[in-house]
């Protein structure tokens, strides 16, 4: 099954999901709410936009620069740092760290990133047991699920679905409570934090100026993920290196405020190497692996580059009626929604994927809440365009849009292509065959009722008047 | 003023009085109105697919018929929105490409002509009904057209105006998008046609026809008693 037939027969299952349906409307009607009362303690959001848009700028075009600088001072605390081309690569250096370490367990913090290389396979397959310790993404993964949505990995769960997954997996009581489900995981949780031979993180920002990474999270996962074993891995795309220190100034509020409506988040971490000498916290060993997995492709695309400022705050989801109604589990991505259908042809291939980007109305509600000022739509018209010119599209569109431009070419064409038009919309009600199995524009009459050719069209009417206008009173 | 006025193709044959009730509102309100019969389309069906070379012969045709004009108007925002907004990348490096841009700063759509350019509040409209606005999307996102139809509206005699939750919420059209994943258009034209229920409107009104086929279409098969009225037909009425 092709991935255009994959995600149509999904999309449907999904979208006749009611249940699943409410429970994600109710979260991004939850997360509008919140987000619009926050925005408007900023002075200026939209000027804030234009320099995280700037900042992001100013940290692509010297990417080299800037990564270079991260590694130098990160190297220089001791942090060892890795440059991965792919994700087997970037698989495979993990691998060998925990080889060389002696690590049997592995406990995770929220990363995409490692969603993206599947990581936890990886370590499956060689004998490391991992488990993920963000509540939404443990969940997720004890129900055998990748994340739903980039941000909140079971936005689609309700606590009572939650529940029934504690019962069955854990042994919880069936009717326990948010409280009473948080402590479970809590329970669990602890034992694996504490046993576990390396923490596996991703990282919000790479920081060229200090070396550090940063970390934000709700849950303070992350802290001890990063923290208490004994060997800290850090996963990051190369495009999350910022040049400042106090370029946070401005990314940390507006990340939280457009991922969760939060004036800053609840831990905002900042990693600047392994335990230092005389320290008592901290892992004997901190990697941090740069990914390219096709980033470096599209930092050659000067049009579209500006997609990797995306700092991953899942806003473009949350107000896509697309992803709305159909659902993350649907797109069958790494990354969905907006940002998911504009990014994945240029990682996975377009001939492939460019069905993500069609799969649009092209509202523009994603660009108007990027954080990072990215044209998201834009960038989904222009994949749309770089499908054509590869030749991706079928014969049966290419003749049409070839009618179409020919009938537009002269009023003439035009009108004759109208009368035609006319005769077989009368022709086709006459026979039945709209909204019929045979009829041509099944795609819209199957559900919607038909507009009806004008007996007369504007500039017919016009002509007319013009007529009567010149003939003498 | 000498209005040069642009007629969508989908206006031109299947919603002509929209246009007729153009003319009349800029006759009542004593301009010159010409009708450049050259004209087709602004290119966007082609533009929004990919096929931008096909778009740009067509927009080509569009620069010939409106050469020229002093201030285009079009009952459209997505078709305004394609030639404001678009026309500049899709004439990019071309050798028409200062003209493009000169003829995307003389266009309007038509709402927004009357409000922002005319500065128009009261047209001397009356259509006894109740009425609730879709924010068609290029309109909203493109022009950043919000106060101008519900100050034109909420001077209207007799109308009664009424917000639906949400108004900016995309209807799902999305022109080619409505046919290629008609599951995904009528899903979100679903949610759109119970926000117009939920409201109790009489009518949705916008000011592009493009999504009003498409609310019409989702209403009549829900055999929803609201009807759909483009912005013109409302200010034209007396």
Redesign the interface.
């Known amino acids: 099954m092709s991935s255009v037939s994959r995600f149509v027969a999904e999309s449907r299952r999904r979208m006749a999901d009611a249940h699943e349906r409410a429970t994600v409307l109710k979260a991004t009607a939850t997360y509008t709410s919140k987000v619009a009362e926050t925005k408007a303690s900023f002075l200026d959001w939209a000027t804030g936009r234009r320099q995280l848009h700037q900042r992001k700028w100013e940290a692509i075009h010297r990417l080299d620069f800037h990564l270079e600088t991260f590694e130098r001072r990160a190297t220089a605390r001791g942090a060892r740092v890795h440059w991965a081309e792919d994700a087997a690569q970037a698989c495979e250096i993990i691998l060998e760290i925990c080889h060389r370490t002696g690590a049997q367990k592995a406990v995770k913090s929220k990363s995409m990133i490692t969603e993206e290389i599947h990581l936890n396979a990886a370590l499956e397959e060689h004998g490391i047991a991992v488990v993920e310790s963000d509540l939404g993404e443990y969940i997720a993964q004890i129900r055998g699920e990748p994340p739903y949505h980039i941000v909140t990995p079971v936005m689609q769960l309700t606590k009572e679905e939650i529940a029934a997954t504690f019962h069955e997996k854990l042994g919880a009581p069936r009717d326990a409570t948010a409280e009473d489900l948080t402590k479970t995981a809590r329970r669990v949780l602890r034992e694996v934090f504490l046993a576990a031979d390396v923490g596996v993180t991703g990282a919000n920002f790479l920081v060229a100026e200090t070396g550090m990474i940063a970390i934000t999270e709700n849950e303070g996962n992350a802290r001890l993920v990063s923290t208490l074993p004994r060997v800290h891995i850090a996963v990051a795309g190369l495009e999350k290196v910022v040049p400042r220190l106090e370029d946070l100034a401005g990314f940390l509020p507006m990340l939280a405020v457009s991922g969760t409506g939060q004036q800053l988040t609840g831990y905002n971490t900042l990693l600047g190497g392994p335990r230092q000498q005389g320290e008592t916290d901290g892992p004997e060993e901190m990697h941090v692996i740069l990914l390219d997995n096709g980033r470096t492709r599209l930092l050659a695309d000067a049009e579209q580059r500006e997609a990797l400022h995306c700092i991953r705050c899942g806003a473009c989801l949350n107000v896509c009626p697309v992803f709305k109604g159909v659902g993350g589990f649907s797109y069958d991505t790494t990354y969905q929604g907006p940002i998911g259908s504009v990014i994945t042809p240029h990682f996975r291939g377009l001939r492939e994927w460019k069905h993500l980007s069609y799969a649009s109305s092209l509202c523009g509600a994603c660009s108007e809440v990027c954080p990072v000022h990215i044209d998201l739509h834009q960038h989904l018209l222009r994949n749309r365009r770089n499908a054509v010119d590869a030749g991706h599209v079928g014969a049966v569109e290419w003749i049409a849009f070839r009618f179409w431009a020919w009938a537009m070419r002269s009023p003439f064409a035009y009108e004759l292509a109208a009368r035609a038009g006319r005769i077989a919309q009368r022709l086709s009600r006459l026979l039945g065959v709209e909204g019929s199995l045979l009829d041509p524009a099944r795609a819209w009459t199957a559900r919607r009722a038909a507009p009806t050719l004008a007996p007369e069209s504007f500039r017919e009417w016009w002509r007319k008047r013009k007529a009567s206008e010149r003939k003498p009173s | 003023m000498r209005i040069a006025l642009f007629?969508p193709?989908f206006?031109?044959?299947?919603?002509?009085k929209v246009?007729?009730s153009v003319?009349r509102v800029l006759e009542r309100l004593g301009h010159e109105v010409d009708?450049p019969?050259?004209?087709?389309?602004c290119?966007q069906?082609?533009?929004?697919?990919?096929?931008?070379d096909?778009a740009r012969?067509?927009a080509c045709?569009f620069l010939d018929a409106f050469a020229g004009a002093e201030a285009i108007v079009a009952p459209s925002g997505s078709c305004t929105a394609m030639v404001r907004n678009y026309y500049g990348e899709l004439f990019r490096g071309h050798v028409r490409e200062a003209e493009a841009a000169a003829l995307a700063e003389r266009s309007w759509e038509f709402g927004d002509f009357l409000h922002r350019k005319l500065g128009l509040t009261d047209v001397g409209a009356r259509f006894p009904g109740k009425v609730t606005w879709h924010d068609a999307?290029?309109g909203l996102?493109?022009l950043g057209i919000r106060e101008g139809p519900r100050k034109l509206l909420g001077a209207v005699r007799g109308l009664s105006f009424v917000e639906m939750q949400p108004s900016d919420?995309?209807c799902?059209?999305?022109?080619t998008?409505?046919?290629?994943?008609?599951?995904?258009?009528?899903?979100?034209?679903e949610?759109k046609a119970r926000a117009i229920e939920e409201s109790g409107a009489e009518y949705v009104a916008s000011g592009d026809s493009s999504c009003l086929?498409?609310i019409?279409?989702?209403l009549?098969?829900r055999g929803s008693s609201a009807k759909i009225i483009h912005l013109a037909e409302i200010l034209a009425s007396t």
């Open positions: 007629i193709c206006i031109d044959q299947l919603y002509p246009g007729i003319v009708f019969e050259d004209q087709t389309c290119g069906p082609a533009f929004n697919s990919g096929h931008w096909l012969d067509t045709s999307c290029h996102r493109e919420e995309c799902g059209f999305g022109g998008f409505s046919a290629k994943f008609p599951e995904i258009s009528c899903r979100m034209g949610a086929m498409q019409a279409g989702i009549a098969r």
